[in-house]
C-alpha cells in the first residue's frame, strides 16, 4: 500500500514569491492533517480537513496561507508571499476518520516537503 | 487545554543500555497518547498508541510505554538500545475528535 505522497521534497525560493506544496493521501483516508515543523521541534497543526470540509483551521495564517482539498483526495497548501520565517518542514498526514473515533486512529505521515526562503 | 512536555532534549545510551525516555501529559479528559519515531528527512511513524485500553501498551521495535495517570506519565522505554534506535521520538496527545499535539521530541542517540 502506498503511504502519504508528498511533493517536493525540497524548495528553495526568495521571500515575497509564492510557493505550493501537494499532498495525495493513503486511499480510503477521509481526514487529512498539514502540519508545520520547526527546526528542533514538533509538529504543529495548521489545519484539518474532514473529506473536503476544513473543520479545523484555526492555527493557519490566513493572511498568506491557504489550502484546498478538492475532491476530498489530494489537498495543496499555498504560501502567498513567504516570508524568512516561513523556512520549515512541511508535513501531511492522513487517518482514515479524525471526527468519530477521535484521535484514536493512527496518523500516517508523509516525508515532508522543507521549504527555504532565502 | 492539553499539552505535552518530553523531559530530556538529548538522551545518550550505549548499544544494549536501557532506553527511558520521558513524557509527562496535561489534559483535563482522559487522553489518547501516541509515541512516534523520526528518521533524518523522514515523516514520523507511529510506535505505539494508549487508547484507555491496557495501561501498558507493546510498541514495534520491542519499544513498550506505560500509561500512569496518577503521574500524568507515558514514558517509552526498551531493554536493550540497537543503533536502528538513534533517531527523534516525539511523544503527543490528542482526544475525541482533535488532532495531534506533540512534544519538542527527544533526541535519542546510541554509542557503539
Known amino acids: 500500500e502506498a503511504g502519504v505522497v508528498q511533493s517536493p521534497r525540497y524548495k528553495i525560493i526568495e521571500k515575497k514569491q509564492p510557493v505550493a506544496f501537494w499532498c495525495n493521501p493513503i486511499?480510503?483516508?477521509?481526514?487529512l492533517y498539514w502540519y508545520l515543523q520547526n527546526l528542533g521541534q514538533g509538529p504543529e497543526l495548521l489545519i484539518r480537513?474532514?473529506?473536503?470540509?476544513?473543520?479545523?483551521d484555526s492555527q493557519l495564517p490566513k493572511d498568506r496561507f491557504s489550502a484546498e482539498r478538492l475532491k476530498g483526495v489530494d489537498s495543496t497548501l499555498k504560501i502567498q508571499p513567504a516570508e524568512l520565517g516561513d523556512s520549515a518542514v512541511y508535513l501531511c498526514?492522513?487517518?482514515?476518520?479524525?471526527?468519530?473515533?477521535?484521535?484514536?486512529?493512527?496518523?500516517?505521515f508523509g516525508p515532508g516537503t522543507r521549504l527555504t526562503v532565502l | 487545554a492539553q499539552s505535552v512536555t518530553q523531559l530530556g532534549s538529548h538522551v545518550s545510551v550505549s548499544e544494549g543500555a536501557l532506553v527511558l525516555l520521558r513524557c509527562n501529559y496535561s489534559?483535563?479528559?482522559?487522553?489518547?497518547l501516541f509515541w512516534y519515531v523520526q528518521y533524518p528527512n523522514q515523516g514520523l511513524q507511529l510506535l505505539l498508541k494508549?487508547?484507555?485500553?491496557?495501561?501498558l501498551v507493546k510498541g514495534i521495535n520491542g519499544f513498550e510505554a506505560e500509561f500512569k495517570k496518577s503521574e500524568t506519565s507515558f514514558h517509552l522505554t526498551k531493554p536493550s538500545a540497537h543503533m536502528s534506535d538513534a533517531a527523534e521520538y516525539f511523544c503527543?496527545?490528542?482526544?475525541?475528535?482533535?488532532?495531534?499535539?506533540f512534544g519538542k521530541g527527544t533526541t535519542l542517540s546510541v554509542s557503539s
Open positions: 498526514a492522513s487517518s482514515l476518520d479524525g471526527g468519530s473515533a477521535g484521535g484514536a486512529h493512527e496518523q500516517f
Open positions: 486511499s480510503g483516508h477521509n481526514t
Open positions: 480537513y474532514e473529506n473536503e470540509e476544513a473543520v479545523d
Open positions: 489534559s483535563s479528559v482522559p487522553p489518547y
Open positions: 494508549y487508547t484507555s485500553a491496557a495501561t
Open positions: 503527543a496527545v490528542s482526544r475525541w475528535g482533535t488532532a495531534l499535539i
